[in-house]
């Protein structure tokens, strides 16, 4: 008799805390703010995917790889690290809702070589914590709420795109090739270029905003959005606007204008000019 008590009492026991599990899932989990550390191991990556609400700081670094979780304690066990191919995945666990606030820390420290690929797909942040440089291409990419942030950047090809509301900011990129699209209601900002070729689009009601040295640039507008360029010093234009959105640009020898939309185009510099319009939506900009 006493055994099947005490079978009872455990049935009994592992039933309420799956239904109190179960509460606690549906409601979400808030944070304690009682911080500790927990070391993550896996293998190599090439890339980073940001899944979650938590945040990326990235060291990129030659020494030995290092991963770190910072997190309260009542969350640290519900935050995943692995790799899949060759890509970090960070992110929650399936079915866990984390009740993060601003002032939550939930910090996945990373101090590893630079990677190639970073991508935000939830609402937490990618920063990189110092300049790197990279021999191959670098793709940044945003489809949620969150951001990626970097100090300087150099690299052959260097490929930038929003189409979510977060946002990409760099604060300089030295590359032969800058392409840069937003489709969504993000913004990408690069401080200081130094650039053969830049390519920028918005289709969405983003902005991009540029500045720094190129040779040759093209712009498009096919959305609401704008494209700030007119500190984008560039030696050869091509802008088109066929939305309502904007283009400021900066051209120093030649500029080539097309416009079918509600927006206007706008310069900087004294550019040979060639429009297959009249110039009706051209606008000098004082310098």
């Known amino acids: ?31 304690n703010l009682n911080y500790v550390t927990k070391t993550v191991r896996v293998g190599s990556f090439s890339a980073v995917s940001l899944r979650g609400n938590c945040d990326v700081i990235f060291t990129p670094s030659s020494d030995k790889q290092q991963l770190e979780l910072y997190a309260s304690d009542n969350v640290i066990d519900y935050l995943e690290v692995y790799v ?54 670098l793709t940044f990419e945003v489809t949620g709420s969150g951001d990626i942030f970097t100090e300087a950047v150099t690299c052959k090809d260097f490929r930038l795109h929003v189409t979510g509301s977060g946002d990409i900011t760099v604060k300089e990129a030295k590359c032969e090739e800058l392409r840069l699209g937003v489709t969504g209601s993000g913004d990408i900002t690069l401080s200081a270029i130094e650039a053969n070729a830049v390519k920028a689009k918005v ?11 190129a040779a040759e640039a093209q712009y498009g507008v096919t959305g609401s959005g704008d494209i700030n360029a007119k500190n984008l010093r560039v030696k050869a234009v091509m802008a088109e606007v066929s939305g309502s959105g904007d283009i400021d640009c900066y051209a120093v020898d030649h500029l080539t204008a097309h416009w079918s939309g509600s927006g206007d185009i706008s310069y900087r510099g004294n550019p040979q000019i060639t429009t297959s319009h009249k110039q009706r939506g051209l606008h000098k900009i004082g310098d």
Do not use: W
Not at 203 to 213: F, K, P, Q, R, W
């Open 84 to 137: 899949k191919g060759e890509t970090l995945i960070v992110g929650v666990k399936k079915g866990v809702n984390i009740l993060r606030r601003n002032k939550d820390k939930m910090e996945l420290h990373v101090s590893a070589p630079m990677i190639g690929n970073a991508s935000v797909t939830g609402s937490g942040t990618i920063r990189f914590t110092r300049d790197f440089a990279l021999a191959g291409p």
């Open 1 to 31: 008799m006493k055994r099947t008590n005490h079978l009872f009492q455990t049935v009994l026991f592992l039933t309420t805390m799956t239904i109190f599990n179960s509460c606690i899932y549906a409601g979400g989990i808030r944070p």
């Open 203 to 213: 289709t969405g009601s983003g902005d991009i905003e540029l500045a720094g040295n």
